[in-house]
């Protein structure tokens, strides 16, 4: 098991990028927590198998239909919460 905090840049606010991200996590069983930025960015904290999270960040950089992802961002991190399933958070 690992964490990644993943950001996101390009258009991915006000199209449906955050609902994209859960059904792909809850799809690969990872757990954690997807929310918009105010400088316009997503935030992904994501727990769970390599190569769950591989798939993940890879899928990032396209997103769904609407999305125009210019830069993926990915780090390793020791900041699980011990999320219960993946949620979407408010904009911080």
Sequence with gaps: MATQRIFVTGRVQGIGYRDWVVRTAQRTKLTGWVRNL???RVEILATGEEEA????VEGAREGPVHARVENVEAFP???????KG???R???
């Design 90 to 92: 408010f904009t911080a």
């Design 86 to 88: 993946f949620t979407k």
């Design 77 to 83: 991190t020791d900041d699980d919460k011990a999320s």
């Design 53 to 56: 999270l591989a798939a993940l």
């Design 38 to 40: 105010k400088d316009g």
